[in-house]
T-cell receptor, first 119, second 110 residues
């Protein structure tokens, strides 16, 4: 049972280029979360998606960042016109669908991360 | 002040020592995660708990909801336990967002 798969593991971009980070959740998981870890800082929530829906994007920067989780294929975090401050580790996590009305939270399983370096 | 505070920030121990890492939070929560981040950067979920105590191998996690406090214990520590341990909470009003502590860097020397 493959875990959460992220690719690429390392991504180098020049300022102004676009970065696309991919995340394939664990089999059977329909919830995806993206987190960012800036150098020497803790993890911060960015966005929570279900298939074809953005549920919570309150942690996403207002400009240049977008995320999607299409019906088919991986979730994509897209950063347009990257700047040096975007250099960070980006982690994806997934969890299974919760039964309707279920109040308890599901454990999240993390991918290995994508380390983005902007030159 | 962060909503989730961990202590200590750094911890160095000798092999076989009993280790405790603490997490305090200031918001109402529905559950709490303990995570391990390896030197290579990957993150592993160790526990999720909302009450009481959970045990897995040499790891034990406890939570006291009234005191807004959780502890992660490692018994008979080993150099391979060296990693960053991160506490994260689901706030009662934050849906499925996790809020993270800054992490505790643990180094276990042989």
């Amino acid at each position: 049972n493959a875990g959460v798969m992220q690719n690429p593991r390392h991504l180098v971009r020049r300022r102004g280029q676009e970065a696309r980070l991919r995340c394939s959740p664990m089999k059977g998981h329909s919830h995806v979360y993206w987190y960012r870890q800036l150098p020497e800082e803790g993890l911060k929530f960015m966005v929570y998606l279900q298939k074809e829906n953005i549920i919570d994007e309150s942690g996403m920067p207002k400009e240049r960042f977008s995320a999607e989780f299409p019906k088919e294929g991986p979730s994509i975090l897209r950063i347009q016109q990257v700047v040096r401050g975007d250099s960070a580790a980006y982690f994806c996590a997934s969890s299974p669908l919760q039964p309707p009305g279920h109040a308890a939270k599901n454990i999240q399983y993390f991918g290995a991360g994508t380390r983005l370096s902007v030159l | 002040k962060n909503e989730v505070e961990q202590s200590p920030q750094n911890l160095t121990a000798q092999e076989e020592e009993f280790i405790t890492i603490n997490c305090s939070y200031s918001v109402g929560i529905s559950a709490l995660h303990w995570l391990q981040q390896h030197p290579g950067g990957g993150i592993v979920s160790l526990f999720m708990l909302s009450s009481g105590k959970k045990k897995h191998g040499r790891l034990i996690a406890t939570i006291n909801i009234q005191e807004k406090h959780s502890s992660l214990h490692i018994t008979a520590s080993h150099p391979r336990d060296s990693a960053v341990y991160i506490c994260a909470v689901y706030g009662e009003t934050s849906g499925s967002r996790l809020t993270f502590g800054e992490g505790t860097q643990l180094t276990v020397n042989p």
